[in-house]
């Protein structure tokens, strides 16, 4: 059977024996081709001006009502301070598409955090030129984080409103992997008008492009959102229609373990909003990642891309994590927590 027909078959699959087989067969093929270790990467939201109108997110610029910001160098080295503080790993720097933010600025910041911390550095800022990215790298960044969304060429195009001049997300990981970045990539899992056909061709699409971090959560209407707006007044009844549940990213973070067995899989945060802030039914199904939030509350408040619980300070989401990993029978990453291509860990 060809292996978008069978992804297909399993995305309609609800039988839950079923389900659960599937989750325990990528738990296995996770345990064996990446180990037991959960690499955790310190997540800071270091500002919400955008100049997109992301039809699906809380940030775009449409969105009057947020207040906007974004944090100063040293606010952001206090928050890298607290994830080396925290063991973690590895940190994330993720931004709106800020025009104001230049190449400079951000790769000053990415020295500063290189030259004081033993941290890998993540970028995920959108979609810049390539020679932003080209500086960042020389800068110290080791991976790029950029969602292509959906592989449906239409519906990314009605969500997701293009800017002429700027390369595309899945150019700018293509050029990204030439830079030498590790490229991490994902999906929104029931985004109204996505298709069963079409997610299977979004894991098809995570195989082909042999990404390092596949990272995929089920869309959360967001009603300051026109997209949220027109979900929550019209939820979509097409049978073809992929809900945006738990169930189904579970399903969809089994079958990507399935399919690219050594990808760092983080079960996401948008994933642990469905599941009050557990992260432990994804470590069950096939994920090695969490992202734990290090940034102050009062920033995460205003990094509202969808809504959610009260944000919790960086020391209790620790706990949290560390609650989680406990549970599932799991153990800190050490070090950078880099993508395997071969070994298994000893
Ligand atoms: N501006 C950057 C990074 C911040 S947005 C970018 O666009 O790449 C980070 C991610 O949040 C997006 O890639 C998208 O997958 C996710 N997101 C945005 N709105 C969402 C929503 N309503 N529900 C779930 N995820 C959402
Ligand atoms: Fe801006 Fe990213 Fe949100 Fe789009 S998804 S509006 S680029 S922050």
């Given at each position: 059977m060809d292996p978008r027909a069978l992804i297909d078959d399993w995305l309609r699959e609800d039988d839950p024996e079923k389900l659960q087989e599937l989750r325990e067969r990528a738990d296995r093929v996770r345990a064996e081709r990446v180990g037991d270790e959960v690499h955790l990467r310190g997540l800071i939201d270091f500002g919400n001006l955008?100049?997109?109108?992301?039809?699906?997110?809380?940030?775009?610029?449409?969105?009057?009502?947020l207040p906007r910001f974004r944090m100063s160098p040293e606010e952001i080295l206090d928050c890298a301070r607290a994830a080396a503080d925290f063991g973690y790993g590895t940190v994330v720097l993720q931004a709106g598409?800020?025009?104001?933010?230049?190449a400079a600025w951000l790769a000053e910041v990415i020295r500063g955090i290189k030259d004081r911390f033993a941290l890998a550095v993540t970028i995920s800022?959108?979609?810049?030129p390539f020679e932003d990215y080209r500086k960042w790298r020389e800068a110290g960044a080791d991976r790029l984080l950029l969602k292509?969304?959906?592989?449906d060429p239409e519906l990314y195009a009605r969500i997701h409103p293009a800017k002429p001049g700027l390369p595309t997300r899945i150019e700018l990981l293509k050029a990204g992997r030439e830079m030498g970045y590790e490229i991490g990539s994902g999906v929104m899992i029931g985004?109204?008008?996505?298709?069963y056909q079409s997610l299977a061709d979004d894991l098809m699409l995570f195989h082909e492009l042999d990404l390092d971090m596949i990272g995929s959560g089920p869309f959360i209407p967001n009603p300051d959102t026109p997209l949220g707006k027109e979900a929550l007044a019209n939820p979509p009844t097409d049978p073809d229609q992929v809900p945006a549940s738990s169930e189904m990213t579970l399903k969809v973070i089994a079958l990507t373990r399935l399919l690219c067995p050594q990808a760092n899989l983080p079960a996401t945060t948008a994933l642990s909003t469905l599941e009050q802030g557990s992260y432990l039914q994804g470590l069950r199904a096939g994920a090695n990642v969490i992202m734990p939030q290090v940034s102050p509350p009062r920033f995460r408040e205003l990094y509202r891309i969808y809504p959610g619980a009260p944000p919790l300070a960086p020391e209790e989401v620790f706990r949290s994590v560390m609650r989680d990993l406990q549970a599932a029978g799991r153990r800190p990453g050490r070090g950078p927590g880099g993508r395997l291509r071969e070994k298994p860990p000893a």
């Amino acid at each position: 059977m060809d292996p978008r027909a069978l992804i297909d078959d399993w995305l309609r699959e609800d039988d839950p024996e079923k389900l659960q087989e599937l989750r325990e067969r990528a738990d296995r093929v996770r345990a064996e081709r990446v180990g037991d270790e959960v690499h955790l990467r310190g997540l800071i939201d270091f500002g919400n001006l955008c100049r997109r109108n992301c039809l699906y997110c809380g940030l775009r610029a449409g969105n009057r009502e947020l207040p906007r910001f974004r944090m100063s160098p040293e606010e952001i080295l206090d928050c890298a301070r607290a994830a080396a503080d925290f063991g973690y790993g590895t940190v994330v720097l993720q931004a709106g598409e800020d025009e104001t933010m230049s190449a400079a600025w951000l790769a000053e910041v990415i020295r500063g955090i290189k030259d004081r911390f033993a941290l890998a550095v993540t970028i995920s800022v959108g979609e810049r030129p390539f020679e932003d990215y080209r500086k960042w790298r020389e800068a110290g960044a080791d991976r790029l984080l950029l969602k292509f969304e959906t592989s449906d060429p239409e519906l990314y195009a009605r969500i997701h409103p293009a800017k002429p001049g700027l390369p595309t997300r899945i150019e700018l990981l293509k050029a990204g992997r030439e830079m030498g970045y590790e490229i991490g990539s994902g999906v929104m899992i029931g985004l109204p008008g996505q298709t069963y056909q079409s997610l299977a061709d979004d894991l098809m699409l995570f195989h082909e492009l042999d990404l390092d971090m596949i990272g995929s959560g089920p869309f959360i209407p967001n009603p300051d959102t026109p997209l949220g707006k027109e979900a929550l007044a019209n939820p979509p009844t097409d049978p073809d229609q992929v809900p945006a549940s738990s169930e189904m990213t579970l399903k969809v973070i089994a079958l990507t373990r399935l399919l690219c067995p050594q990808a760092n899989l983080p079960a996401t945060t948008a994933l642990s909003t469905l599941e009050q802030g557990s992260y432990l039914q994804g470590l069950r199904a096939g994920a090695n990642v969490i992202m734990p939030q290090v940034s102050p509350p009062r920033f995460r408040e205003l990094y509202r891309i969808y809504p959610g619980a009260p944000p919790l300070a960086p020391e209790e989401v620790f706990r949290s994590v560390m609650r989680d990993l406990q549970a599932a029978g799991r153990r800190p990453g050490r070090g950078p927590g880099g993508r395997l291509r071969e070994k298994p860990p000893a």
